[in-house]
C-alpha cells in the first residue's frame, strides 16, 4: 500500500497507510518537530505529569507511555476510543444474539440441597 500523507487539525502531517483516518491513529506516523513534548511518555514521567498527559491526548491525540523503553500503554480520549471502539451492545441483547441451535437449556430435575445462608 501507498501511504498518504495528511494534515490533521493539529498541524501534524501523518502518514496513513490506507487507512481510515479516523480509525488509524495506532497506525500513524506522526511528523513535527515543532511540538515540544515527547514522542512517547516514560513511566514515571506520565504519573508525575498526568494532567499533561490527559490534556495531550485531548488536544493531540493519542499519548504513548512506555516502561523499560517499551510501549506499554496508550491514552486516548474518550470520544476517539468510542469512535474507534464502536457501540457495545446491552447483556441483554448480547445474549438474545447468541446461536442458541441445537443446546439443550432444561434442569436435569435433580432436587438440589436447601442452602442456609449465615
Given at each position: 500500500?501507498?501511504?498518504?500523507?495528511?494534515?490533521?487539525?493539529?498541524?501534524?502531517?501523518?502518514?496513513?497507510?490506507?487507512?481510515?483516518?479516523?480509525?488509524?491513529?495506532?497506525?500513524?506516523?506522526?511528523?513535527?518537530?515543532?511540538?515540544?513534548?515527547?514522542?512517547?511518555?516514560?513511566?514515571?514521567?506520565?504519573?508525575?505529569?498526568?494532567?499533561?498527559?490527559?490534556?495531550?491526548?485531548?488536544?493531540?491525540?493519542?499519548?504513548?507511555?512506555?516502561?523499560?523503553?517499551?510501549?506499554?500503554?496508550?491514552?486516548?480520549?474518550?470520544?476517539t476510543w468510542r469512535?474507534?471502539?464502536?457501540?457495545?451492545?446491552?447483556?441483554?441483547?448480547?445474549?438474545?444474539?447468541?446461536?442458541?441451535?441445537?443446546?439443550?437449556?432444561?434442569?436435569?430435575?435433580?432436587?438440589?440441597?436447601?442452602?442456609?445462608?449465615?
Amino acid at each position: 500500500m501507498t501511504p498518504q500523507a495528511v494534515r490533521t487539525d493539529h498541524g501534524l502531517v501523518a502518514m496513513a497507510w490506507g487507512l481510515d483516518l479516523a480509525r488509524a491513529w495506532g497506525y500513524l506516523v506522526c511528523l513535527d518537530w515543532s511540538i515540544d513534548m515527547p514522542a512517547a511518555w516514560q513511566l514515571q514521567e506520565a504519573k508525575n505529569r498526568f494532567s499533561e498527559v490527559v490534556e495531550e491526548a485531548l488536544h493531540s491525540g493519542p499519548q504513548t507511555v512506555t516502561r523499560r523503553g517499551e510501549p506499554v500503554v496508550v491514552v486516548v480520549a474518550i470520544d476517539t476510543w468510542r469512535r474507534v471502539a464502536g457501540p457495545v451492545p446491552s447483556l441483554k441483547a448480547f445474549l438474545r444474539s447468541a446461536p442458541l441451535d441445537g443446546i439443550e437449556l432444561s434442569r436435569d430435575g435433580v432436587d438440589r440441597p436447601d442452602v442456609v445462608l449465615p
